[in-house]
C-alpha cells in the first residue's frame, strides 16, 4: 500500500493512523478517546523511559504519593499499560506476566487518578478506564496492515523519523532513531 502521505504535521499523521485503525478495528472512539490516543502517541515519541519502568511498582508508588502528583503517576502508569497492551503485547510474555495484567492494571490506574483528579480530567481518567480495551484495540490494529508484512505503526515511525530529521529540533529522534524502534529496549 504505497499511498502519498500529505498531512502536514506529525498531529495529522497521527491522527490519520489512529482514524485507519479505528476503521480497521471497526471500532469508534469519542473525540477524547481519539485526540488522547493521539498525544500519547506523540509523547511515546518524546520519551525513550515512557515503557521501561515496572507498572506495578510505579502503581504502588502513585499510591504512595497524594494529589495532584498522584494523578499525574497514576496516569502515566495507565498510559503505559495502554501502550504496551496496545503496541507491545509482547511484553507481557517478556515480563512473565498474564496478558491482560497491563489492561486490568491500566484500567485499575485510570480509575484511581480518576478519584484524585479535578472534574475535567477526572472525567477523561474515568472513560479511559472505562475504554481501556477499545484504545488498546485501536494500538493494536496500528500494528496489523493487510497489504503488507510492515506494520502501519512501523511505517509511521519511519515518517515521523524523517520528517524530524528534515525538521532539526523536534525532539522526535535521539541519535537518528525514533525512541522504542528495538524491540529489545523495553523490559523490566
Known amino acids: 500500500m504505497n ?3 500529505l498531512d502536514s504535521t506529525s498531529t495529522a499523521q497521527w491522527h490519520r ?13 469519542d473525540e477524547h478517546g481519539e485526540s488522547y490516543l ?3 502517541l506523540m509523547r511515546y515519541l518524546r520519551n525513550r523511559e515512557l515503557l521501561r519502568r ?14 495532584r502528583l498522584q494523578g499525574e503517576r497514576l496516569r502515566d502508569v495507565g498510559d503505559q499499560c495502554l501502550m504496551l ?22 484500567r485499575s490506574a485510570y480509575d484511581e ?19 481501556f480495551i477499545e484504545l488498546r484495540d485501536v ?4 500494528r496489523a496492515d493487510p497489504d503488507d508484512n510492515a506494520t502501519s505503526l512501523d511505517k509511521a515511525l519511519r515518517r515521523m523519523e524523517r520528517t524530524a ?13 525514533i525512541p522504542g524502534q528495538d524491540s529489545g529496549q523495553f523490559r523490566h
Open 38 to 40: 493521539v498525544f500519547l
Open 54 to 67: 515496572a507498572m506495578g511498582v510505579g502503581y504502588l508508588h502513585a499510591l504512595q504519593t497524594s494529589g
Open 139 to 142: 494500538l493494536q490494529a496500528m
Open 17 to 29: 493512523l489512529v482514524k485507519e485503525a479505528q476503521a480497521a478495528c471497526d471500532t469508534r472512539l
Open 85 to 106: 497492551s496496545g503496541l507491545f503485547p509482547g511484553q507481557a510474555v517478556r515480563r512473565r506476566v498474564r496478558s491482560d495484567y497491563f489492561v486490568a492494571l491500566g
Open 3 to 5: 499511498r502519498l502521505i
Open 165 to 177: 530529521a528534515a525538521e532539526p529540533g523536534t525532539g522526535l529522534t535521539k541519535g537518528g532513531r
Open 113 to 131: 487518578a480518576q478519584r484524585t483528579a479535578p472534574p475535567a480530567l477526572g472525567d477523561l481518567y474515568a472513560s479511559l478506564a472505562e475504554h
